[in-house]
């Protein structure tokens, strides 16, 4: 993975994902909106390390262990 690629692309792909995630959990389709949420919320994490934005980095970096708690209950229920 090219870091060009990285930069012309995480930003959509996790905005896909996060917005994927935000209509899954309107349609009360759990767990796997957790799962596309938090992989969106991931993507956006690194695209606000990368680019050094730190509103990005608290925003989307807060919210990784919001989902790690959701991601426990679903495997340790």
Known sequence: M???FIKKYLKW???FLVLTGILLTNLNMYPVNIMFHGAGVVGWTIAGFISKDKA???NFGLQIPLFIIGFYQILVP
Do not use: A
Request: proline share 0%.
């Open 56 to 58: 990005i980095l608290t």
């Open 13 to 15: 792909l996790s905005t």
């Open 2 to 4: 090219t870091m060009k």
